[in-house]
């Protein structure tokens, strides 16, 4: 059995990832895992520790956005499926921007997300091949895809 290349987007403040990580792991299923960078401060610091510092905060930002997009698009270009979370203690516009990426790409996607978000979420739910609520439905729905098991 072929891997797999699963790409996990979004929130950085819970430990989804590991979840998903750990279950895959335990099942012992073909799977390689990418991401972005999940350290808040290089994610943001990156373009200007590297190009030189911005005084204008705009361009500070431009800079990190861009390298950033470097590593994010080649991940999800690479990726059979993309798993995008959608915490609610903040706006993730740019797990968002990785949901339309992915989708316009036409891989896999599946959002993650509390029901409560449903509404505010509609068009990337709509784009989007499943939608879990939790971590343990997203290695069911991967376990199923790549094994064509059932949890029993």
């Known amino acids: 059995m072929s891997n797999w290349s699963v790409y996990l987007s979004g929130e950085i403040h819970t430990d989804w990832r590991e979840q998903i990580r750990e279950g895959v792991e ?9 991401a972005p960078v999940t350290n808040h401060s ?10 030189g ?5 705009f361009w500070y930002d431009n800079k990190g956005a861009k ?6 698009r080649t991940l999800i270009e690479k990726s059979d499926i993309v798993v995008v979370r959608f915490g609610d203690q903040y706006k993730q516009w740019n797990a968002a921007f990785d949901a339309g990426y ?6 896999s996607l599946i959002v993650l997300h509390d029901p409560s978000l449903t509404h505010p979420l509609k068009e ?4 989007a091949l499943a939608v879990a ?4 439905q997203v ?9 064509g098991e059932l949890e029993r």
């Open 26 to 34: 335990k099942l012992g299923m073909p799977v390689s895992f990418s």
């Open 42 to 51: 290089a994610s943001d610091d990156c373009g200007a520790h590297i190009l």
């Open 53 to 57: 510092h911005e005084d204008n905060k």
């Open 67 to 72: 390298v950033n997009a470097i590593r994010t």
């Open 102 to 107: 992915a989708a316009a790409l036409g891989k």
């Open 124 to 127: 990337i739910d709509g784009a």
């Open 133 to 136: 609520e939790t971590s343990a």
């Open 139 to 147: 290695v069911d729905i991967l376990r199923y895809v790549i094994r």
